[in-house]
Structure formats: structure tokens, C-alpha cells
């Protein structure tokens, strides 16, 4: 009781400090603060997150598109400017304290590495995107997307099933072949089990972000949830050691090596041991980490994105024949693979992609620590202060029309249709920390829907959808389309 009052006392002293030192310059509070939990009370008394958030964005949208907000004793900043959040992400490469919750999955891999770190290891491990590296992926990509077709065809003609299940095991198969070399289906790695940990996981991550009281690790240690998440998470460190923990990794990873090798494929894993036995770039422990941060967001990604883009197109049948018409005149009527040159003419299905990535940001909120003063349009934002940039908001930004809500893959096809703005489209995030699969995922994404989309002819109803957020976004319900083969 005791330590709760000191607690409470603590806060409202480190509020009011705050507010007393507070800039002019800062953005404006957002409103519904309360006393000691800021807005955290938004946060709990609400299960559907992602309509509180939509709600914020629409509302830091009014107050000019930054605010100031608290979670419990915490103070952040909150953009939905494209322009604003351009800025910051691209002057602070920080990420915020709250990406360390991630790191007992994924340590000090990129996604979650604190900067001294990341600049080394993004510099080196950015040869492993280059575009000559990716196409030798191009016989994996198609093999994967057959396979794909394939497990499809035992849900055509049957009405509607959840397509989720299959896009994510086919990226997570296919991630192990292109980051790794490994086939999972020669081994015994239970993919699976993987899935359902990583949901686990993420969900237990987010539910610490939004309550602050489990932000130190002395008072998560005692909570239910650490010991949910760390049983997942062990499950996930088991299959991404491929389920061989009794082979010293060197030795393993030597083996990836030369399997590689054999492939005449240069997989990341390649690029990583090469530089581990030239300068000792990457010890053990992070070799690990770099694997599993590639794994983790290499394959659920990809995988929501064309899960999102079959229900679009399932319920947009004219898109859809357009996409098929486009297919068939770049791919003729024959079953042949996808060529790396057939790519760049598969425009109509790029767009259809874009689209549904603007539509469906699936990474809708990421957050950055500043390590400086950051002057925007209308404000400075304090050193110190974290900040959460909101990407879906800027993919939703009034700057793309009246019909911004409408899936219209047409709009990428006519400049004068887009904004005109280089930061308006954040799927995959800004400046020299954005995704640095964004190829990868066009690459995969494009073979897999041509090979869908020559096969099957999809319908889906989007009224239906219902979304959830935790660290994606993620379908709550309504995710369940039909096939049926085209003759
Ligand atoms: C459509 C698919 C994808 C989308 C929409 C996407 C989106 C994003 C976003 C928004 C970030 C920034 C996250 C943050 O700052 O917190 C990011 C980072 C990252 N992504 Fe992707 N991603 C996709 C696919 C991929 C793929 C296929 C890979 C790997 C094969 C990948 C690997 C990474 C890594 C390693 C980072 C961290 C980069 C860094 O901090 O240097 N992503 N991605």
C-alpha cells in the first residue's frame, strides 16, 4: 500500500516537474489526461486498440499532427505527419526503450538494436538485399508459390477458409530457404508450433507496452505474462536453431555454408559467416540474433500483407480480372515460372500490392527515441522524449483524396492520381532504418499472387473484416476467403 502511495506521489511529482518545464515550443497535450496515468486509462479500458487508435490519429490529425501524450510516468510525442515523421525518423535512428522488450527474441538484431550496434551491422549486412543477391531467390520464390497452389487446392470449390493459416507457413518456409538454406520440410522443425509461439509472443509484448507498471523488468519479473512469453519464446529460439542446440553452432552454421555453396545461392547466413571468419564481424550470440530478427520479420509480414491483398481482390472482382488479364499477357497461357525480367511488367499487381499495404499498414505504429532537438512545421520536439510515429495515419493522410478509403490499385498507375509528396506512402518506413526487405517482399509477394491468381479465381466479403492491434496489424475476424480453379 505503502510503496503504491510513493509510487503515485512520484508520478504526479515527475508530472507536474514536466509540465513545469515544458516548452512553449512543444507540441500541444493531447486531451483525456488524467492525473498519475495520463492517458494509459484510454488504453485500458478499451479492448478494441485499433479503433482508440484511429481515433487518436484522427484527433492529433486535428491538432495539426503532433501532440504530446503520457503513458503512466511516461511522456512521448505522437506524429501522424507525413512530413514530421519523415523528419524524425530520418534525423534519430534511435529506437525507443520499449524495443527492448523484444529483445529477449531477438537481441541485438537489427530490428531491435540499439544504434552503436545497428550502424555496423546494417552496413554490413545490406549487401545480402542487393538486387543481384535477391534474384538468384527467383527459383525459390516460384517453387514456393507452386507449393502454395498446390496446398490450395484441397479448400477449391469448398467456400470459405481461413487463407491465413497457409500464407504464413509458406513465408515462414520459404524464409528458411532464402535467409537460411535450410527446408524445413527435410527436418523436424515443427512450423506450426512456431506460429502459434510468435503470436503469443507478440501479444504479450504489446500488452507490456501498454502497461507501464510491467516497463521495469524487476515488476515484469514476477508477472504471469514473462512466464507466458518466455515459454514462447523458448519455442522460438528452438526452431530457430533448427532444433540441432546439441551442434555446437559454429558447426552448424558451417553446414548452412556449404549447402549454400552447393545451391550457387548466397543466402544472408552466407554473408554473415563470411564476414564472421574474415574480421570476426559477428560472434555467435549475434549470428542468432540477426537469424531470428530475419526469420521473425522476413515471414509474418509478407504473409499478412497477402493476406490481406487475397481479401481486397476477393472482393473487388474487377481488380482481380484486370490482375489475371496483366498475368496471362506478361506470363502467356502456359505454366511457366516467373522470370526476375517479368516482375517489373507486372505493374497492375504492384499496384494492387501498394495498395493494399496503404490500405493495410501492418506495421501501423513504430516509435523512436530523439537524442536531439527535432524542429518540425509547427514545433521543436525535446531530446529525451520518445516518439510514435504513426505510419497508418500517413497512409490514410487526407493528402490521398476523397476516396482514400477506397481500394483503388488504378491510383499508382496515374501520377497525377497520387500525392504529390515523396513521404506519403510508409509502409515500410523512412531514412536509413526503413525496412531493409522492402525488395524481398515486392520480389515474393508479386511471384506468389501471379501463381495464386493464374490458379484461382478468389472471392472474400471485406465487410466482414474486423482488425486487431498488437505489434501488427492483424485481422481479428472476416479473414476467410473461397477459391475456385479457373478453367
Ligand atoms: C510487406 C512486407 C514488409 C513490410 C510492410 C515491412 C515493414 C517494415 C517496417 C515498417 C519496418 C520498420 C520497423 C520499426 O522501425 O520498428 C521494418 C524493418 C525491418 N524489416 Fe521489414 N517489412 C516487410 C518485409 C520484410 C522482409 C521480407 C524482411 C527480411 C527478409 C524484413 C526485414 C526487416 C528488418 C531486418 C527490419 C529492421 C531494419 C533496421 O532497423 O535496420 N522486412 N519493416
Redesign the pocket.
Known sequence: MLAMALFCCACAAYWLWRRMHRKTTEPPYLPWWCPILGHTPILLYCRDYWNVANKIANQIHDMGGAVTASIGPRTYYALTDPDDISTVANTCLH?DVV?EFGKPLLGE???T?KLSI?KNH?KL?NPA?NQSVLDTFMGVFNSQSRKLVRELEKEAGKGPFDHWIYTKLNALET?FL??LGVDSTDTDLNLTEYIEALETTLSAFFERVLKFWWYSPYTFAFSNLKRKQDASIKILHNVSNTGKTDIPNQLFNLMFYSISNLANIKF?TDLILELSAENGAFNDREIREQVD??IF???D??A??LMYTMLLLGSHPEAQEKAFSEIQEVLGDGDRDVEKTDLSKLVYLEAVLKES?RMF???PI???GLDRDVKLRNCTLSAGTPCFLF?FAVNKHPMWGPDVHEFKPERWLEPGRLPNNPNAF????FG???????T???M??KTTLAHVIRYYRITADLTKLRLKMDVMLKPDSGHYVSIEKRT
Open positions: 529506437k524495443y538484431g537489427l530490428l538494436a545497428w546494417r549486412l538485399f524464409i532464402t535467409a544472408v530478427t530475419i520479420s522476413g515471414h509480414t509478407s499478412n500483407v499495404m499498414t501492418i506495421g513504430i516509435v523512436r505510419l510508409a509502409a515500410f518506413s536509413r532504418r526503413m525496412c531493409i526487405g522492402k524481398y517482399a515486392l515474393s509477394m
